[in-house]
């Protein structure tokens, strides 16, 4: 089994800023369309939202990249190309899976700028749209599947959340830390994720400096226990139970 951090929405280059936390709730902006999209930030209740944290750049009609996807009965999807896409192949990514979206954020009492994990999907199928996207896709407006990213675009999908609780318990940053210093898990230790190989990186007293580019770290757990504890803990927290 695997658990991919993955992150995703606004940040100072994609968007120009951080999510919000509204109503104790954390609201992560998807990114501004790069192209293919029949959505705009108006269409999901996220105008003024957008326009806040963009400081007037985007607004209610402007396009956006609507990925993830969070549809009814708890579904997930989520479309991956490219490089993102040829790293979570490589480590063997796909059904059981668990990916945990996390991203920018702003506290909307401290204003203080950390990252947390805001959503999840547990993979039950992957949907490659390499011969094109099936119409129940299309229908959906799913990005990825109105248009071609790339040759190994593909669409995973499965039971999902988002709009988390802004708990302590899903913050991955640091008191008063750097956004990229995270408290981590004692089961997640030096080579146990991807991209983080280096050993600067593993501090002492159970801190991690997470690297400031990249879309999908995966945290291959096999069979152990501690981490799939650890793991319905955060999924718990997700759901506000």
Known sequence: MRIIFSRKGFDSA???GASPIVDGRACSLPIPSGGYSNTNYGDLGLGEAAAKA??????ASDMCHHDPMFVEDDVCLFGQVGAAQTHLERQGVGEGDVFLFFGLFRDEYTAELHHRIFGYMLVETTVPLVYGAPEWLTDLDHPHALGMHGKNDVIYIGEGRNNAPASDALRLTVP???PSLWNRPAWLKRGGLSYHDRGSRWIRGGRLQSVA????FVADIGRRQEPRAWLEMILRAIKGL
């Open 54 to 59: 963009s400081r007037g750049k985007l607004g």
């Open 213 to 216: 580019r990249g879309q999908e």
């Open 14 to 16: 994609a968007g120009g």
């Open 176 to 178: 008063k830390g750097p």
